[in-house]
């Protein structure tokens, strides 16, 4: 029994293997590689601006308070999520400001209320009017008990994520953990209402930057605020020489040295991609995020960006959009468009406006049941093209009789009864001339050797020509023939039994 269910098993095993794989193709490959369609989903926009309320306290002549409020902007650039609440990355100079607002707001202040000419910049001036320079100097920080200005300043972040149609007022974030350097990671974490009930789409951080020269790299983000007219951008780099990358980041080279793509990358970090993400070749992970400008471009690595997470006390992580979408992207990438459609729909349930699961569903509608859907080819396999069905359900069912048919004879083989075993003969013994009838009747023969023990017969034997008024008795225990007045055999000692 146990080599024939072994045999079946093998079998049925045998035919799994090969019916599985013409059933589940999207699932056998492993996600493809040199793609950017992870990250841009979790790619942001970044503003920020500086709220400044200031109130001049005017006591050249009459006493007068005047009051103003000035927008200051701070910084923009390019963030990317990385988890489902709203943990946002970027660089420290899109939302921290090394210039002092309050100094641009009192030059502003005093030159609208005093009617003089001081520029609307950062800088401390002075003026030829001793009073009116004595004034402006005591409305400059820090705040003194002769101060001539009261300034209150706050930070507005607003972060417009990659969404159609666009969100024109955007999501208020907070600023959770700023770097010490302009060029090193900030966090920030959304503070108001989320598109969809699961969250913020996130992109996946790599473990490490890859260390050769030449590796081939993406750069996504946005050169202004996101709508119909200004997409996503993304460009292709490669990593210049280094491991790692420390606080000065690692440069970038084009191998082929057709394209000087520091100053490439440099011109779109001024446009608005400084702190966009750096997305790996090998798996489509973040690698690092944008610094620099003008003619000098690098890139700050993951390590730095998994640490400034640490110290804000944020973990990142992926949600359910984001394993959704990945399900979807893979079958996309491997051709399967009639499985892609349906997953990226259930994206779009999720996270509504997904700009770029919206392009992928589309495309692949487009190329759904085409020659390219390895999908329908599997779905309708073409006359002659491929090995049908049936033979593999012909060779399970004829597995299924003969493993039942040998169950069956094994169990009939278990009730097949024993053969009987047979008793030995009786021992032959020499017959003994009769006792004479008037011989003693107590007389009793032993025997110094033992005799076979013949199983005991309770009926008593009787010739079936003897008269009905003398029959012939013999002794029950060795078929010895006894008198009619015997009450013991004469031959073994057994007592009669008449």
Same mark, same amino acid.
């Given at each position: 029994?146990?080599?024939?269910?072994?045999?079946?098993?093998?079998?049925?095993? =045998?035919?799994? %293997?090969?019916?599985?794989?013409?059933?589940?193709?999207?699932?056998?490959?492993?996600?493809?590689?040199?793609?950017?369609?992870?990250?841009?989903?979790?790619?942001?926009? /970044?503003?920020?601006?500086?709220?400044?309320?200031?109130?001049?306290?005017?006591?050249?002549?009459?006493?007068?308070?005047?009051?103003?409020?000035?927008?200051?902007?701070?910084?923009? $650039?390019?963030?990317?999520?990385?988890?489902?609440?709203?943990?946002?990355?970027?660089?420290?100079?899109?939302?921290?400001?090394?210039?002092?607002? =309050?100094?641009?707001?009192?030059?502003?202040?005093?030159?609208?209320?005093?009617?003089?000419?001081?520029?609307?910049?950062?800088?401390?001036?002075?003026?030829?009017?001793?009073?009116?320079?004595?004034?402006?100097?005591?409305?400059?920080?820090?705040?003194?008990?002769?101060?001539?200005?009261?300034?209150?300043?706050?930070?507005?972040?607003?972060?417009?994520?990659? /969404?159609?149609?666009?969100?024109?007022?955007?999501?208020?974030?907070?600023?959770?953990?700023?770097?010490?350097?302009?060029?090193?990671?900030?966090?920030? %974490?959304?503070?108001?209402?989320?598109?969809?009930?699961?969250?913020?789409?996130?992109?996946?951080?790599?473990?490490?930057?890859?260390?050769?020269?030449?590796?081939?790299?993406?750069?996504?983000?946005?050169?202004?605020?996101?709508?119909?007219?200004?997409?996503?951008?993304?460009?292709?780099?490669?990593?210049?020489?280094?491991?790692?990358? $420390?606080?000065?980041?690692?440069?970038?080279?084009?191998?082929?040295?057709?394209?000087?793509?520091?100053?490439?990358?440099?011109?779109?970090?001024?446009?608005? %991609?400084? $702190?966009?993400?750096?997305?790996?070749?090998?798996?489509?992970?973040?690698?690092?995020?944008?610094?620099? $400008?003008?003619?000098?471009?690098? %890139?700050?690595?993951?390590?730095?960006?998994?640490?400034?997470?640490?110290?804000?006390?944020?973990?990142?992580?992926?949600?359910?959009?984001?394993?959704?979408?990945?399900?979807?992207?893979?079958? +996309?990438?491997?051709? +399967?468009?009639?499985?892609?459609?349906?997953?990226?729909?259930?994206?779009?349930?999720?996270?509504?406006?997904?700009?770029?699961?919206?392009?992928?569903?589309?495309?692949?509608?487009?190329?759904?049941?085409?020659?390219?859907?390895?999908?329908?080819?599997?779905?309708? =396999?073409?006359?002659?093209?491929?090995?049908?069905?049936?033979?593999?359900? /012909?060779?399970?069912? /004829?597995?299924?009789?003969?493993?039942?048919?040998?169950?069956?004879?094994?169990?009939?083989?278990?009730?097949?009864?024993?053969?009987?075993?047979?008793?030995?003969?009786?021992?032959?013994?020499?017959?003994?001339?009769?006792?004479?009838?008037?011989?003693?009747?107590?007389?009793?023969?032993?025997?110094?050797?033992?005799?076979?023990?013949?199983?005991?017969?309770?009926?008593?034997?009787?010739?079936?020509?003897?008269?009905?008024?003398?029959?012939?008795?013999?002794?029950?225990?060795?078929?010895?023939?006894?008198?009619?007045?015997?009450?013991?055999?004469? +031959?073994?000692?057994?007592?009669?039994?008449?």
């Amino acid at each position: 029994m146990a080599r024939l269910t072994a045999l079946a098993g093998g079998a049925a095993l =045998a035919l799994a %293997m090969a019916v599985l794989p013409a059933a589940l193709p999207a699932m056998a490959h492993d996600h493809p590689s040199g793609i950017t369609d992870l990250v841009t989903p979790a790619v942001v926009r /970044v503003e920020a601006t500086a709220h400044v309320d200031i109130t001049l306290l005017d006591h050249i002549g009459d006493l007068v308070h005047v009051e103003r409020s000035y927008d200051v902007p701070i910084g923009a $650039g390019t963030g990317t999520v990385v988890s489902p609440e709203g943990a946002i990355v970027t660089l420290t100079r899109t939302v921290k400001s090394e210039q002092d607002v =309050a100094v641009y707001a009192a030059n502003k202040i005093f030159a609208e209320h005093h009617d003089v000419k001081i520029p609307a910049d950062f800088e401390r001036h002075s003026l030829k009017d001793d009073v009116l320079d004595r004034h402006l100097k005591q409305c400059y920080p820090p705040l003194s008990s002769r101060a001539t200005c009261i300034i209150d300043v706050t930070t507005d972040i607003t972060v417009f994520p990659n /969404v159609s149609p666009a969100d024109p007022k955007g999501l208020k974030a907070d600023l959770v953990k700023a770097g010490p350097r302009p060029d090193s990671p900030a966090v920030l %974490m959304t503070s108001s209402r989320v598109v969809g009930s699961v969250g913020l789409p996130t992109a996946p951080l790599a473990d490490k930057v890859p260390e050769a020269q030449g590796s081939p790299v993406g750069v996504a983000g946005f050169l202004g605020r996101p709508g119909a007219d200004v997409p996503y951008t993304v460009e292709i780099a490669h990593l210049g020489r280094g491991g790692g990358t $420390g606080e000065t980041g690692r440069p970038f080279v084009d191998p082929d040295k057709k394209v000087d793509e520091p100053v490439k990358l440099g011109g779109l970090a001024d446009r608005g %991609m400084r $702190g966009a993400p750096v997305i790996g070749d090998k798996d489509g992970h973040v690698i690092g995020i944008l610094i620099g $400008g003008g003619k000098d471009a690098r %890139m700050i690595g993951v390590r730095e960006v998994t640490g400034a997470l640490t110290k804000a006390g944020v973990a990142p992580r992926r949600g359910a959009i984001d394993a959704a979408f990945e399900a979807a992207l893979t079958r +996309y990438h491997t051709k +399967y468009f009639t499985e892609a459609a349906p997953g990226f729909q259930r994206v779009l349930e999720l996270y509504p406006g997904n700009v770029v699961a919206a392009a992928l569903l589309k495309e692949s509608l487009a190329r759904r049941g085409g020659p390219e859907d390895l999908g329908a080819r599997r779905a309708v =396999a073409p006359s002659g093209g491929s090995m049908p069905l049936w033979p593999f359900i /012909v060779a399970a069912g /004829v597995l299924f009789v003969v493993a039942a048919l040998g169950a069956i004879l094994l169990w009939r083989r278990g009730r097949t009864p024993e053969p009987e075993q047979e008793l030995p003969p009786p021992v032959a013994t020499q017959p003994s001339p009769p006792p004479d009838e008037d011989a003693s009747q107590t007389v009793v023969v032993r025997r110094s050797q033992p005799f076979a023990v013949i199983p005991q017969q309770k009926q008593v034997l009787t010739a079936p020509d003897s008269p009905p008024e003398s029959p012939v008795v013999y002794c029950t225990a060795c078929g010895m023939r006894l008198g009619p007045a015997h009450r013991f055999c004469g +031959y073994c000692g057994h007592p009669s039994e008449t």
